[in-house]
């Protein structure tokens, strides 16, 4: 989607490394949320944020929304090859009233090399 | 756990045939969604409905239609299929955050 960028598109870490994958809006983001994909299947939901300066962990993951509610990033701590897959953001940025205003980034490819 | 299941994982249809994608969520969930996803593109919405027959067109809703006669269960119909339908269909359900089926992986010849 034009409304988010999502960078970058693919990331390539041996296991036990950090990495961080990005999310950015031009507008306001209302709702942060962030999701995992294996390949071919459907997506499994992670975090979701709301408040400008939020910060969630679970297990090695940890998202932040920023203050200005424009961007979020999406850190791992030691990488496993259980953490490969598709990570995705979608945001609701409030396009319009009374439509569907859940917009998602093109997805970030992690492999995680052994 | 909210459970959203789509009835096939993978499908092979021929161009011009009428095609159903059946999608139920087992939540009384009012808002159910239709996604296609393709490389490059990301998620790109087709329609969305929020209570049952209500619908709402997507962002890509040509060559699509739906159907929610149910509140648990919500179809995408491809009239007339065609090759640049070729894609991953996610159903997902409620908003906030979003529940996602597994996906079909639709191809047509």
């Known amino acids: 989607s034009q409304e988010l960028e999502q960078s970058p598109q693919s990331l390539i870490v041996q296991e036990g490394k950090n990495l961080t994958i990005n999310c950015t809006s031009s507008?306001?983001?209302?709702?942060l949320y962030w999701y995992k994909q294996k390949y071919g299947e459907g997506l499994i939901f992670l975090m979701m944020?709301?408040?400008?300066?939020e910060e969630k962990s679970h297990e090695k993951i940890t998202a932040k929304l920023d203050e200005k509610k424009q961007q979020s990033s999406l850190h791992i701590t030691a990488s496993q090859p259980s953490h490969a897959g598709i990570y995705l953001c979608?945001?609701?940025?409030?396009?319009?009233?009374?439509?569907?205003?859940?917009?998602f980034g093109t997805g970030t490819r992690l492999t995680v090399i052994p | 756990d909210v459970k959203v299941t789509q009835s096939s994982r993978y499908l092979v249809k021929r161009t011009g045939e009428k095609v159903f994608l059946e999608c139920v969520q087992d939540?009384?969930?009012?808002?159910m969604f239709w996604y296609r996803q393709d490389p490059g593109l990301g998620l790109r919405l087709i329609y969305f409905?929020?209570?049952?027959?209500?619908?709402e067109k997507g962002d890509i809703p040509e060559g699509y239609s739906v159907s929610r006669e149910k509140k648990e269960r919500f179809s995408l119909i491809l009239e007339s299929a065609s090759t640049n339908q070729t894609s991953m269909y996610l159903c997902?359900?409620?908003?906030?955050?979003?529940?996602f089926g597994n996906g079909t992986r639709l191809t047509v010849t």
């Open positions: 997902a359900s409620k908003a906030s955050p979003l529940h």
């Open positions: 507008k306001t983001l209302y709702g």
């Open positions: 944020l709301q408040k400008g300066g």
């Open positions: 979608g945001a609701d940025i409030r396009r319009k009233a009374g439509a569907n205003n859940l917009f």
């Open positions: 939540m009384d969930h009012e808002n």
């Open positions: 409905s929020y209570d049952v027959k209500m619908k």
